[in-house]
């Protein structure tokens, strides 16, 4: 398949500009989180991922996601075995084994790499289909390979991270198209086993859902981020506090606020206007994401397109969602704005997937 206009010009620079926003704001904020602690240095090193993160987009955009797609499948392979192995040799931290590590100190989490592929297996799966509707055998088939990597992340544990796959398979079921029923039945099941799956939580996961119902249970424990979170959000009124001047973020009130609770930190100090425009510019890369897949050639490229892009709104929403207290506590970052080199990565390799889709919109 032969593309034409695929060079530099056709590239989606507003999506690259608006990524800079983003990503200049989550250093700026980094810088401020971390100033004066044990984490000082992390700004400049999340230039560093966000430089090379620039560098595997590019790369990515260059290869023709028709090759990638019909590589889902080993590549699914390589995933789960990937996965199997953190389990087994894994690096711990923070009570979870989610890290390979690497040489020269870079430790991996491969967990948010098969996001990537994952985005990939949906798209082969559904293009492979034969006919105009899904049925629920189909379904359970793609159901079925999705909940195996979700399985070995719970298992690590990083429920948060484990839940994200799941907008990848609802949005490709959704354009696919699944008879009402079905829709219906798999909402019964849900339903169902919800409850049986909450008394197969960890301790603290259920800890953090009762937490989340009535965080004031326990302030000086569960319930303490989210405390602090709220009072972050809250005390930034309008205009907010300042760099490196918000008290909940620089009296260290506030936990890891260069991670899961940036947006927390940021609200604190840029307050409700720097909340609305980093919501603004998060729309519009969502809006830039749906654009090319709208625009793509065939539908191999629109799965894949609005996989990333169900998967970055998730990510946002429930991140947003989770430090003003309309969400439970998860591990879930916010795309390019929380430190931390492997989503970072894999953030921008999705991106570059994007611009690979946007590169061959026109086909001879």
Request: aromatic share 10%; charged share 10%; hydrophobic share 60%.
């Given at each position: 398949m032969a593309a034409r206009n695929s060079?530099?010009?056709?590239?989606?620079?507003?999506?690259?500009?608006?990524?800079?926003?983003?990503?200049?704001l989550g250093v700026l904020q980094i810088f401020s989180a971390t100033h004066d602690t044990i984490w000082q240095g992390?700004?400049?090193?999340?230039?560093?991922?966000?430089?090379?993160?620039?560098?595997?987009?590019?790369?990515?955009?260059?290869v023709d996601y028709h090759s990638l797609i019909s590589r889902a499948y080993p590549a699914y392979?390589?995933?789960?075995?990937?996965?199997?192995?953190?389990?087994?040799?894994?690096?711990?931290a923070f009570g979870s084994t989610r890290w390979i590590a690497l040489p020269a100190g870079i430790h991996l989490q491969v967990s948010e790499f098969a996001k990537f592929v994952v985005v990939l297996l949906v798209a082969r799966f559904l293009i492979d289909r034969r006919a105009d509707v899904l049925e629920m055998r189909d379904f359970l088939k793609l159901a079925g390979l999705i909940v195996v990597p979700m399985a070995l992340i719970a298992k690590e544990p990083d429920l948060g991270t484990a839940l994200t796959y799941i907008p990848i398979l609802a949005i490709g079921v959704l354009l696919a198209g699944m008879r009402w029923k079905y829709w219906v039945a798999v909402g019964i099941v849900a339903l169902v086993v919800l409850p049986l799956a909450y008394t197969r939580l960890q301790?603290?996961?259920?800890?953090?859902?009762?937490?989340f119902l009535d965080p004031e249970r326990d302030p000086q424990g569960t319930g303490y981020q989210l405390i602090q979170s709220q009072i972050a959000v809250g005390s930034g009124g309008t205009?907010?506090?300042?760099?490196?001047?918000?008290?909940?973020?620089?009296?260290?009130f506030l936990p890891v606020p260069h991670t899961d609770f940036i947006f927390s930190s940021f609200a604190e100090e840029h307050g409700f206007i720097g909340?609305?425009?980093?919501l603004a510019f998060y729309f519009i890369l969502l809006m830039q994401v749906v654009q090319n897949g709208q625009t793509s050639a065939d539908r191999a490229g629109m799965y894949i397109?609005?996989?990333?892009?169900?998967?970055?709104?998730?990510?946002?929403?429930?991140?947003?969602?989770?430090v003003i207290g309309r969400m439970p506590v998860t591990g879930i970052p916010l795309p390019l704005m929380s430190y931390g080199g492997s989503s970072?990565?894999?953030?921008?390799?999705?991106?570059?997937?994007?611009?690979?889709?946007?590169?061959?919109?026109?086909?001879?």
């Open positions: 060079g530099v010009r056709d590239f989606d620079w507003a999506m690259v500009i608006v990524t800079i926003v983003i990503c200049s992390s700004w400049w090193k999340q230039i560093l991922y966000i430089s090379s993160g620039f560098v595997l987009m590019w790369a990515a955009s260059r392979l390589v995933s789960v075995v990937l996965l199997l192995a953190v389990l087994l040799v894994g690096k711990r301790p603290y996961q259920r800890a953090r859902i009762a937490s205009w907010g506090k300042g760099i490196t001047k918000g008290s909940q973020t620089q009296l260290r909340v609305v425009a980093v397109c609005m996989g990333v892009a169900a998967l970055l709104l998730f990510h946002i929403l429930v991140n947003v969602g989770m970072v990565w894999s953030t921008f390799l999705m991106l570059g997937l994007v611009n690979s889709v946007r590169l061959r919109r026109f086909v001879n």
